[in-house]
Structures are given as structure tokens and as C-alpha cells.
């Protein structure tokens, strides 16, 4: 079973408008989170990460998340898409076993129509 | 400049035709690892290292083989490819929080990617 859900495979919406992307986890215990972000023909980037601290964590280019610990969620949100938005966006769960592991999610498509 | 370099960028070969993808990082970093992306599943770990000759396997290591000589190297080795390997791989990179505290990783640099075309 998937550890990591996006829920939304393929996003399109139009400049202005507010992006909320769905990320939920599976693992009890320790987690760090991180959404990444893949423009089309690169390479992933981070775009925030939640160690500790204030769930509430902003990332670059205006995107911010919200870790719910007892929801096992991890949102990403825009409140307004750009056109240069146009991306696919990963969530990702660090957790501890003994090791650390990185799971990823299928990804979400987001286009942005100008 | 901080980076993930791999190379090749772009690779088309015939089955069982052995090939290395080379991976480097200037950082610094003890932890290394190798993903696939296929379309609808996301990145899988292949394989990763904690640190020199520290390497284990990750959710997909079939197929493949790597190595750590060196910190900044991490090669991943397909000795007798097979079209189901025909994938975009990523190199990937980060250092511990806590130096020598292996359970203390932070984010992870990815390199630039692979295409690989197994015909």
C-alpha cells in the first residue's frame, strides 16, 4: 500500500486562482516533510520542508504547508497560481526505522492556464 | 556552485549491454541514494549509502548494483539491462543535522536526471 497519498493526480487551474494539494501519510512516529517541485525537463527542487516548530511553514515562491499531526496531513497551499507554476509536485515523508528513508508520492500535475 | 551532477544526461542501449550512470556531489554529503521515476508512481529508491562503503538496498534494487569508494561518488551500475528498466533516474544528496547522528539527514539535492532507453 502506498505510505504516501496525493490524492490529486492532475490539477489545472487558472492564473489567480488558490491551489490546495493533498498529502497524506501512513507512519506513526518520527516524520519530517517535505513538498518538492519539478518544472518541466528539471530536476526536483524543494520547495519546504517541516523539521519541527511552528507547523505552519513557508516555503520559496509563495507556496506554504500545514503539518496536521493528527490528520497525518501535510497540504500545500498557494493562495494565488501563476502561470510559471506549471509543475509537478511531489510530497515526500522522511521517516526514521533505524535509517533514515525517503518516500515519495505519486505526484500531482499542476497546469496553470494563463 | 553546490550541485548533483550525472552523467550521461540521455542513454539509449540494447539489452544486456552493461552501463554505469556516474553520480557525483561537492558538498560533502554522507548520505547518497538513487531514485527511479516512472509515470503514476512517483520516485522509488533504488539503492542508497549512509556513507563510504555503507550501501543498502531501497524499494527497486533488482537489476541494479552501486558503489561508494569515495564520499562524493555514488555510480549506479545496470550490469545486463532490461527494457523495463528503461526509466528517468535521479541522484540524490544530503548531509546530517547532527554530525555522526546517521538518523539526522536533512533535505535532499537532486542531481539533474537520466533518461535511459532500453531497446
Known amino acids: 500500500a502506498q505510505s504516501v497519498s496525493q490524492h490529486n493526480h492532475h490539477v489545472i487551474l487558472s492564473e489567480a486562482a488558490s491551489l490546495e494539494l493533498g498529502c497524506n501519510y501512513s507512519y506513526g512516529g518520527t516524520v519530517n516533510l517535505f513538498w518538492y517541485v519539478q518544472y518541466p525537463g528539471q530536476h526536483l527542487q524543494l520547495l519546504l520542508k517541516?523539521?519541527?516548530?511552528?507547523?505552519l511553514v513557508k516555503g520559496i515562491k509563495g507556496f506554504e504547508a500545514e503539518f496536521i499531526k493528527s490528520k497525518f496531513s501535510f497540504n500545500l497551499r498557494k493562495p494565488s497560481v501563476q502561470w510559471s507554476d506549471t509543475a509537478e509536485y511531489f510530497c515526500a515523508v522522511l521517516k526514521y526505522t533505524g535509517f533514515q528513508k525517503l518516500v515519495f508520492g505519486t505526484g500531482t500535475r499542476l497546469l496553470v492556464s494563463p | 556552485e553546490a550541485q548533483v551532477t550525472q552523467n550521461p544526461r540521455y542513454l539509449i542501449t540494447v539489452t544486456g549491454k552493461k552501463l554505469t550512470v556516474t553520480c557525483s556531489q561537492n558538498m560533502n554529503h554522507e548520505y547518497m541514494s538513487w531514485y527511479r521515476q516512472d509515470p503514476g508512481l512517483g520516485l522509488r529508491q533504488i539503492y542508497y549509502s549512509m556513507n563510504v562503503e555503507v550501501t543498502d538496498k531501497g524499494d527497486v534494487p533488482e537489476g541494479y548494483k552501486v558503489s561508494r569508494k569515495e564520499k562524493r561518488n555514488f555510480p549506479l551500475i545496470l550490469e545486463s539491462p532490461s527494457p523495463n528498466q528503461t526509466s528517468l533516474y535521479f541522484c540524490a544528496s544530503s548531509s546530517t543535522r547532527v554530525p555522526g547522528l546517521a538518523v539526522s539527514y536533512n533535505e535532499q539535492f537532486f542531481g539533474p536526471g537520466t533518461r535511459l532507453t532500453v531497446l
Open positions: 517541516y523539521f519541527s516548530g511552528d507547523p
